[in-house]
């Protein structure tokens, strides 16, 4: 069917060819006018077709499907336009040439739908990596159990991707380049978190080996000071008992001196008995300087001095058991 308006144009170029002098031919002057109309009736449903989609998509769309629906409709649309103006398409060589550009017009929505998802997801990402960002300038990630730390933060990071709106088609695309790029960060911190560790549990075994160390110094030391009391303590007991059996004798000798010289006094050997006198005199003596209990101190101060030059942990300890020992004489 010809409409008014193709049909007045073809009465018009008929015309005009007759006017200029020359034989119209029905067939030449119908397929310019169907040139002329197809070509102008494929313009009008594109521009149509990217008119509605224009007004109807606010992208980025949730899905590619939300996008091919509104392109369905504006191509049914594009396509009943570019019919109802259409010339003697009989190849329907113009509404394959449609199909093509509206094809590709979809295509380029959908490009462009792409590109902005992969904007809004980009800037969602980075909103939400900010505080990540800001611990890992801090260092507080390089710190034993840091890796954990970020995998946790890491976490929180995707959970709020999750349930951020509006994300469009390249969400997950995006998400896996995110994650991708932040590998080998993940890494380093795993890295880094185990080297921090070995170093915080060898640090924790030198410290342990070392108090050890210090323990058995210490019990080392204990042990000698007490091995040395012990010495003392037998040596000051032997040497009192070598004191009680010297003056035990002592005392006899004089008791039995005292009686000589008696006798002699009452025998008249007023010689002998001063000769004997002075012998008493020397046991007395004698025995005095058995009672005085310095030679013992003398002799546990000499072994406690021999002890301190190959026995480190009595250095310092010498005078308190020295004076222990003079307590007790006392």
């Known amino acids: 069917m010809v409409s008014p308006t193709v049909?007045?144009?073809?009465?018009?170029?008929?015309?005009?060819?007759?006017?200029?002098?020359?034989?119209?031919?029905?067939?030449?002057?119908?397929?310019?006018?169907?040139?002329?109309?197809?070509?102008?009736?494929?313009?009008?449903?594109?521009?149509?077709?990217?008119?509605?989609?224009?007004?109807?998509?606010?992208?980025?769309?949730?899905?590619?499907?939300?996008?091919?629906?509104?392109?369905?409709?504006?191509?049914?649309?594009?396509?009943?336009?570019?019919?109802?103006?259409?010339?003697?398409?009989?190849?329907?060589?113009?509404?394959?040439?449609?199909?093509?550009?509206?094809?590709?017009?979809?295509?380029?929505?959908?490009?462009?739908?792409?590109?902005?998802?992969?904007?809004?997801?980009?800037?969602?990402?980075?909103?939400?990596?900010?505080?990540?960002?800001?611990?890992?300038?801090?260092?507080?990630?390089?710190?034993?159990?840091?890796?954990?730390?970020?995998?946790?933060?890491?976490?929180c990071v995707l959970e709020g991707y999750q349930w951020w709106p509006e994300k469009g088609v390249k969400a997950d695309a995006v998400l896996e380049v995110f994650l991708r790029e932040r590998e080998p960060l993940a890494q380093a911190l795993h890295a880094v978190d185990a080297r921090l560790v070995l170093m915080e549990r060898q640090q924790e075994a030198a410290a342990a080996k070392e108090a050890a160390a210090r323990e058995a110094e210490a019990a080392c030391l204990k042990e000698q000071q007490y091995s040395l009391e012990e010495h003392c303590r037998q040596l000051e007991q032997q040497l009192l008992e070598e004191q009680r059996l010297r003056l035990k004798e002592q005392n006899r000798m004089l008791e039995h001196h005292l009686k000589e010289h008696q006798t002699l006094m009452e025998e008249g050997y007023k010689h002998d008995a001063e000769k004997m006198l002075l012998q008493v005199e020397r046991l007395r003596k004698e025995k005095r300087s058995t009672e005085n209990h310095a030679w013992i101190i003398s002799a546990v101060g000499l072994l406690v001095n021999v002890a301190s030059l190959f026995l480190p942990g009595v250095v310092g300890k010498a005078a308190g058991i020295v004076g222990n020992v003079i307590t007790r004489m006392l």
């Open 7 to 155: 049909l007045a144009s073809l009465v018009e170029k008929y015309v005009a060819t007759i006017v200029k002098g020359e034989v119209p031919c029905v067939e030449s002057t119908v397929a310019a006018l169907a040139r002329t109309e197809n070509t102008a009736a494929v313009a009008a449903a594109v521009a149509e077709y990217q008119k509605g989609m224009e007004q109807d998509l606010v992208l980025p769309t949730d899905s590619r499907a939300t996008l091919v629906d509104v392109h369905r409709h504006w191509e049914r649309r594009a396509v009943t336009l570019f019919l109802s103006r259409a010339f003697a398409d009989n190849e329907r060589t113009y509404q394959c040439q449609l199909m093509r550009e509206l094809e590709a017009a979809k295509e380029e929505f959908c490009r462009r739908n792409e590109e902005a998802s992969e904007q809004r997801c980009q800037a969602v990402l980075q909103e939400l990596w900010q505080d990540v960002k800001h611990r890992l300038e801090c260092g507080d990630y390089a710190a034993p159990g840091g890796a954990q730390l970020f995998q946790n933060d890491l976490c």
